[in-house]
């Protein structure tokens, strides 16, 4: 296992266009998280999936975003007609239970810029 | 609401000297408090966790401290090296089973040789 992938690592696309990003966890994590980040931020949470069950949503994800599991496996974060306020790394990371001995592994992000 | 407080400026300290960088929160007892490392277009790696019956926590040159009355923790590089350069994130961690982090803004450390 070479840990959480993320694909594609950089995306441009025009404003109101949709895009999808996938997320490949840590095979034996059973929980899945999604988080935005901006320059000179830390990562925002999205939302995280404990198995296919999508336990919690942020405010900050609007009707425009939607993220899927399904089988438990890998997810999907899909934005809908993208706004240039959606640029930003996207980040998933996974753990085995809450993270509270291990941590997060988290991948290396899909780059989003909408022009 | 909860709030998570990182020293937002840059930290500039000397080759081999320690570095030490703080996290402070309101609004918040957290049950954990994990420290991660962020490099320029990575994604963040886990360091350290500490739990709140811990006061100190040692990996190798890196000391976590944290103290629940001064809500806060501390975060210790000794024998700093060029290498340590990164971007320190903290991330409290509340009790119960719902595992969402929540990170600070982080604060990036440079270490000149």
């Known amino acids: 296992d070479t840990g959480v992938s993320q694909d594609p690592r950089h995306k441009i696309t025009k404003r109101g266009q949709n895009v999808t990003f996938r997320c490949d966890p840590i095979s034996e994590h059973n929980r899945l998280y999604w988080y935005r980040q901006t320059l000179g931020q830390g990562p925002e949470f999205l939302t995280y999936f404990q198995n296919e069950a999508q336990l919690e949503k942020s405010r900050l994800l609007s009707d425009r975003f939607s993220a899927e599991r399904p089988k438990g496996s890998f997810s999907t974060l899909e934005i809908q007609r993208t706004e240039q306020g959606d640029s930003a790394m996207y980040l998933c990371?996974?753990?085995?239970?809450?993270?509270?001995?291990?941590?997060?592994?988290f991948g290396s992000g899909t780059r989003l810029t909408v022009v | 609401s909860q709030k998570i407080e990182q020293n937002s400026e840059a930290l500039n300290i000397q080759e081999g000297k320690t570095a030490t960088l703080t996290c402070n929160y309101t609004n918040y007892s957290p049950a954990y408090l994990q420290w991660y490392r962020q490099d320029p277009g990575r994604g963040p790696v886990f360091l350290l966790l500490i739990r709140e019956n811990e006061k100190e926590k040692r990996k190798e040159r890196l000391k976590v401290t944290f103290d629940t009355t001064l809500k806060q923790s501390l975060f210790h590089i000794t024998a700093s090296q060029p290498a340590d350069s990164a971007t320190y994130l903290c991330?409290?961690?509340?009790?119960?089973?719902?595992?969402?982090?929540?990170f600070g803004q982080g604060t990036t450390l440079q270490v000149k040789p």
């Open positions: 991330a409290p961690l509340g009790s119960g089973n719902t595992g969402k982090l929540i």
């Open positions: 990371a996974s753990s085995l239970g809450a993270g509270s001995n291990y941590g997060y592994t």
